[in-house]
């Protein structure tokens, strides 16, 4: 069973700012089932990377992801107001995995 | 456009049973896998399982052995999960996602509420 385990827990900062999300695999995972997803309260989880490094439809660039084996990095370059929310990172495959979550909070 | 649109929150009492529904539109029904989520209230997401939409097969994750069952009618491109002897713990929102390559469209989720 492959555990993913996100950090920080949550993130504070300003809007303009980068922020950097770690996702990390108990065992090395396919980079090319590696997701990411965004979740603002009251809503579904939007997927926003998918395949490690690729944007989902409609996803700003400033959004990128990267990693590969056990260690996973979503980063946005310049945190604009919507971007304040908790972000998922996911194995999917034949089996589904989801990390804690990371919140991305107002400093 | 593709759409998973799922029923309505519903209210049960410990003991009953719930059957919420996924309602796909906008692709092939069976060209997709259907994925069950439950999300505990202020709690991270827990994948519960998947169906085989080609085949109607079922496969449950850890934890979701016993009381829960996916279930299809392909003929209104509807997948259902039901939960049987429902408790506290049960208390979530359940979201339906499909899968081919990638986990691109979800439901909008459903509150499932247990309380006497």
Known sequence: EIVLTQSPGTLSLSPGERATLSCRASQSVSSSKLAWYQQKRGQAPRLFIYGASSRATGIPDRFSGSGSGTDFTLTISRLEPEDFAVYYCQHYGSTWAFGQGTKVEIK | ?116
């Open chain 2, 1 to 116: 456009q593709v759409q998973l649109v799922q029923s309505g929150s519903e209210l049960k009492k410990p003991g009953a049973s719930v059957k919420v529904s996924c309602k796909a539109s906008g692709y092939t029904f069976t060209t997709y896998s259907m994925n069950w989520v439950r999300q505990a209230p202020g709690q991270g997401l827990e994948w519960m399982g998947w169906i085989n939409t080609n085949t109607g097969n079922p496969t449950y994750a850890q934890g979701f052995t016993g009381r829960f069952v996916f279930s299809l009618d392909t003929s209104v491109s509807t997948a259902y999960l039901q939960i049987s002897s429902l408790t506290a713990e049960d208390t979530a929102v359940y979201y339906c996602a499909r899968y081919d390559l990638k986990p691109d469209y979800w439901g909008q989720g459903t509150l499932v509420t247990v309380s006497s």
